[in-house]
């Protein structure tokens, strides 16, 4: 039986406090980005289907290509349900309707195969984008499950953006 169903207006309502709570980061375009995914969330309500992209239609006016890429192909949001919970097997049974980001390609992996930063749980608005940054840093080439022709585009995007910005400063 999958462990995957629907996120609720509970969950909705977390991630929204996420990006409706205080923050310290002067990363204004981070928090735009969260506010608008959870708003996008909650307005969708219980017929939003989690686990999905991170992508939300905003992503286009306030990220650049690669980020676009990623949370459009490569990270999820989904909720920790109690099948999960007991499959970690790290006792976080006061986790479960948790919201977290995890890799598309490598979900089904059991923990101890995972690469870094397969999964995470941002505890506030800001590490969310930082999340996304870090699951690009230090997953996209390390795990096993993403598809060659995923990273090809990839990297395509990169060496895109790296040739315009060579342009740009000369």
């Known amino acids: 039986k999958s462990a995957v169903h629907c996120i609720d207006h509970g ?25 608008d995914t959870c708003t996008h969330i909650s307005q969708n309500g219980p017929n939003y289907k989690r686990p999905s992209s991170l992508s939300i239609p905003a992503d286009e006016t306030l990220l650049d290509p690669l980020h676009i890429f990623l949370r459009r192909y490569c990270i999820e949001v989904f909720e920790l349900t109690q099948e999960e ?6 006792g976080l049974k006061k986790a479960v309707g948790r919201v977290g980001l995890r890799c ?9 195969e995972l690469v870094s930063q397969a999964v995470c749980f941002p505890s506030k608005k800001s590490t969310i984008f930082e999340s996304v940054r870090n699951f690009k840093r230090f997953h996209l080439n390390a795990c096993p499950c993403i598809p060659k022709q995923v990273i090809a585009e990839f990297k395509r995007i990169e060496q895109e953006l790296s040739i315009g910005k060579t342009v740009v400063s000369q």
């Open 11 to 35: 969950a909705a309502s977390a991630l929204m406090s996420l990006a409706t709570a205080p923050s310290n980061s002067t990363a204004g375009k981070a928090s735009d980005i969260v506010r």
């Open 85 to 90: 919970v007991m499959a970690r097997g790290e």
């Open 104 to 112: 598309h390609y490598c979900k089904h992996l059991p923990k101890k």
